[in-house]
């Protein structure tokens, strides 16, 4: 499975857009991008994911760029509860894709 | 559905000791995995199975058995603690055959070795 690379930290004042970058250069055609995000040491909390395209769901918005070597999740109104650590994934479309987490982003919404 | 059950919630063991770490899941996913977590860094994959009998390892398989009898559980055994092996651990599952399905975890057991 590709490699990511995060940021180490983040700030984002609250009710503004979080914007998280995730650099996956080595991504493979049949590897999907997966965020998660971990809040103090609950176990990590499933967020979006996408392939080529950009998705949005209630919680963020997955923007993919073309060549799909990189990627930002978006939080488009951040809040205190947000602060977490975001970890960005690839992972190969199979049964047996397996999930390799790095050390993540740590974000700090402030107000 | 209550997810996935991780138990104990906390233990503590003595250098040597063995015990075993309980996780069920009651969503019927195919793919189960566990994962460590040491203080300030990110989750590295201890061992994962695809689906009933089938078992493989990941990054830091050294030190834990695993097997998976049933759908439903995976447990992960560790055969003689160390205080290296002092961490949280995290199951996890996923829809094995989507391919694409996110991971669901477990809250976590948090265990030291004195």
Known sequence: DAKTTQPTSMDCAEGRAANLPCNHSTISGNEYVYWYRQIHSQGPQYIIHGLKNNETNEMASLIITEDRKSSTLILPHATLRDTAVYYCIVRVKSNAGKSTFGDGTTLTVKP | N?????????????????????????????????????????????????????????????????????????????????????????????????????????????????
């Not at chain 2, 138990?7 to 003595?14: A, H, N, R, S």
């Not at chain 2, 493989?56 to 160390?82: C, H, I, K, M």
């Not at chain 2, 290296?84 to 094995?96: D, K, L, N, P």
Request: aromatic share 8%.
């Open chain 2, 2 to 114: 209550a997810g996935v059950t991780q138990t104990p919630k906390f233990q503590v063991l003595k250098t040597g000791q063995s015990m075993t770490l309980q996780c069920a899941q009651d969503m019927n996913h195919e793919y189960m995995s566990w994962y460590r977590q040491d203080p300030g860094m990110g989750l590295r994959l201890i061992h994962y199975s695809v689906g009933a009998g089938i078992t493989d390892q990941g990054e830091v398989p050294n030190g834990y058995n695993v097997s998976r009898s049933t759908t439903e559980d995976f447990p992960l055994r560790l055969l003689s603690a160390a205080p290296s092996q002092t961490s949280v651990y995290f199951c996890a599952s996923r829809v094995g055959q989507a391919g694409n399905s996110p991971l669901h975890f477990g809250n976590g057991t948090r265990l030291t070795v004195t």
